[in-house]
């Protein structure tokens, strides 16, 4: 962004990606009006209902490395070395999500990151943070961002160019752009739900701090993730309606039978069970396509406003901290905000598909297939595989987590082709793979990375 006139940007949403936004572009000298609706988090309670904690990987943190602030994001962050599977008959089988040391991930608390954030932000002189205003649209024709004061109910407007637009999954930007017929969205929804609940610090023991737990049961799961204050957090991901599902737990009864029989060794992690299943939100989860992201140099959508995704592989808000990090450098190279902004969805769109597909994909991975001989065999396999030839095999899994210099619409064709040589190379239970055969498989079909 060269030109002075150009040196100032309003960001919608001060979360995860906004307030990090907010501070990669004020470091390059920008000045930025930061709009956000919630209370400021450095003197309110965080707002509950959505995710307590989240898994953070290398994608993630190598953004808030390039922000400056990975440093004291460090002190809340918690290792997680693998999947520790809760088999239906109790046994525990932990499965590592990589095979050197640094390939874990991290659990951290979405209300301190997002206060570090914030608090980083606010602090840089570039940075305008206003809480309590919520935006109500972008009137593209009228040149105008529309919002309203929370703390006074008054409404008012302020120049809309440019505007980058992080205000989230239900994204009212995104909603304004759709309505003026500026942009097109499909919205693709779960017909499964979730539900977070508290394992307590005091009953938390018997749980290792250093993994992710996941009670897989086929058509539905339950996880946990840990905190840094001893407790986890619990995640019940099942249908909404049916035989299983949410609809079917009405009564406190009902959820009690159903802990019992689904998830027994959970139930002495969860002591109010009952009382708790039924004051926490029930979650909907789906993917939200947007095309384009953009209005000229007035309107870039970014983060989950543009392309929120299920949960299941752990990416949205790394992927979220990626696009800052795309749009921070591009931001060098570009003249103006509609170059910059079409830079950014060219280099974005076809990775955040890509992770949407693949986070999709793991739903039926973590619930089902975790269970299967077989996909603990291949996995095993493409492991030995990466030792055999590091430069040409990378589990797809650790191309997503581990390996940020490999976007991930490469991650997907990739892991596609290796699903196939896996398939062709796994001998079946009990026999091994034949060495000589790998070798020509893999040299054949997979160019070096
Ligand atoms: C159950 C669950 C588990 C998840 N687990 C993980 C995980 O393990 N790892 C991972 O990487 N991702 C995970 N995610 C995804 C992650 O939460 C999102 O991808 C991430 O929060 C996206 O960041 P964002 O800044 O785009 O949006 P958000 O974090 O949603 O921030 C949007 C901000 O905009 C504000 N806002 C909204 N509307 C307005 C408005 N009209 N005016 C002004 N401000 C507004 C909001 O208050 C908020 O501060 C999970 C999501 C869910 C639902």
Redesign the pocket.
Known sequence: MRSAAARSVNI???????ALLALLLARRGLQVML????PDPRQSAP?RG??I?????AR?MRALECAGVMARVRELIIPMRGRMVHEPGGALALQPYGQRAHEVIWSVG?ADL?RVLIEEAARHAGVSVRFN????AADVPGGKLR?RNQAGGESYEVALAPTIA????????RASLLEAGLVSVREDWLDHD?K?LTVPAAAAAPLDRNALHVWPRGGFMLIA?PNTDGSFTA?LFLARTGPRSFAALSTPQAVTEFFAREFADAVPLLPDLPAQFFAHPQ?Q?GTVHTAPWHVGGEVLL????AH??V?FH???????FEDCVVLDQLSAQHADWQQLFAGVESARRPNTAAIARMAVENYTEMRDTVLDAGFVRRKALAMSLERRFPDRVIPRYSMSMFHPEIPYAEALHRGELQAQLLAELDPGAGAEPDPALAARLVNERLPPL
């Open positions: 919608v949403g001060a979360g995860l990606a906004g709009f956000e609706r919630r707002e959505r995710s904690n989240l898994a953070l990987a993630g979405r997002n205003q919520l935006c109500l919002l992080t205000d989230g999954a239900g994204s009212a930007v979730y977070e993730l995640t979650g989860l970014l983060g989950d406003a929120a995704i949960p752990g990416q949205g808000m790394n992927a979220a």
